[in-house]
């Protein structure tokens, strides 16, 4: 299995930056791509930027030219600094990985963190 841990969510008022980490571990084999996703109260979970190992990015519309994603291979990391903040960015950050483990090397699946709250309010 592979484990994601989150760090780096919280209140900025609007026009703040925070900055996600989140971290993979378990028995990983391969990283084929990290992202972020988020989910607002009431809506659907939405892609926000993705990143695969050899470093091609993919944003969402709405947070191109303020969010910038990021990936360290060697420590099975990616990051997302999120500058210019606007209550509507407000949601629950998820981190995700596409990734294979050491007992299934062939069969890759989507592993999921438990999520960070990101709050944009003044």
């Known amino acids: 299995q592979v484990q994601l841990v989150e760090s780096g969510g919280g209140l900025v008022q609007p026009g703040g930056s925070l900055r996600l980490s989140c971290a993979a571990s378990g028995s990983i084999f391969r990283i084929y791509a990290m992202g972020w996703y988020r989910q607002a109260p009431g809506k659907q979970r939405e892609l926000v930027a993705t990143v695969t190992g050899g470093g091609i990015t993919n944003y969402l519309d709405s947070v191109k030219g303020r969010f910038t994603i990021s990936i360290e291979n060697a420590k099975n990391a990616v990051y997302l600094q999120m500058n210019s903040l606007s209550p509507e960015d407000t949601a629950v950050y998820y981190c995700?990985?596409?990734?294979?483990?050491?007992?299934?090397?062939?069969?890759?699946?989507?592993?999921w963190g438990q999520g960070t709250q990101v709050t944009v309010s003044s």
């Open positions: 995700n990985a596409d990734s294979s483990t050491r007992s299934t090397p062939l069969h890759r699946r989507d592993y």
